[in-house]
């Protein structure tokens, strides 16, 4: 922005890192308000940590977290969860939930937001006894689980060949009125076709016919 002569203000960065289309270039925006004595706000923060989540750049993004408390700035929840799905995205279930213990300490309240990232960020990883536990931790912390939470959750048992859990949280979902889609379905018929469950993956098939002809029916009565 410097090499383009316009006159830059907080404002004026947090905007441009929004726009950043690489880490690098949120890291060189952040650089130029520190050599021009620019303070960085919550806001600034936010946007340059936004920035490494969509360039999928964990390190980066801790760094700033980093900067942010050695600037006695305290993140917000939104600045947390996008650094939670940094290490989502990354493959780092470790520090995900680290992100997690941080943001409970500091009283920011996780909500469902947080929670499904950790539970995306262990089921890739394989560990899906706690992304199961963490679904349970959001109920108990009064994060309600919503149909990405427990598709999450399902995911992750599928990883981990529990048939019956993704069942379970199948029946659970749709005991609180949450309307499972087509690739959560998928998701458990295929946990069960490979645990070798077939009888109960036709059952679930069906099932997802009867849901799908439900859908185009109430489809085509909107259209008449």
């Known amino acids: 922005m410097r090499a383009l002569k316009i006159p830059m203000d907080v404002i004026s960065y947090s905007v441009a890192l929004r726009a950043a289309e690489s880490s690098e270039m949120a890291k060189q925006f952040m650089s130029e308000m520190q050599e021009d004595a620019i303070m960085a706000d919550n806001v600034v923060y936010g946007a340059a940590v936004g920035a490494c989540d969509r360039n999928q750049d964990l390190p980066l993004a801790l760094r700033f977290l980093e900067n942010m408390k050695l600037s006695a700035l305290q993140p917000d929840l939104i600045i947390m969860n996008s650094a939670i799905s940094a290490s989502e995205k990354a493959d780092a279930w470790e520090e995900a939930l680290s992100l997690l213990s941080e943001a409970e300490l500091s009283h920011l309240h996780p909500d469902i937001v947080s929670y499904s990232g950790c539970i995306r960020a ?3 990883s394989g ?3 706690c992304a199961v536990h963490l679904l349970e931790d959001a109920r108990r912390n009064y994060a309600a689980p919503d149909g990405i939470a427990y598709s999450a959750t399902i995911d992750a ?3 981990g060949m529990q048939w019956d859990k ?11 009125g949450l309307t499972p889609d087509d690739g959560t379905m998928i998701s458990v018929i295929m946990s069960c076709r490979e645990c070798e469950q077939i009888a109960v993956a ?3 098939q069906e099932l997802l016919d009867d849901m799908r002809t439900q859908r185009k029916e109430h489809v085509n009565a909107e259209r008449t």
């Open 157 to 159: 048992c599928q990883v």
């Open 122 to 124: 262990c089921g890739k």
């Open 166 to 176: 993704a069942v379970r949280l199948l029946q659970v979902m749709r005991s609180e």
């Open 202 to 204: 036709e059952e679930l």
């Open 127 to 129: 560990h899906w006894e």
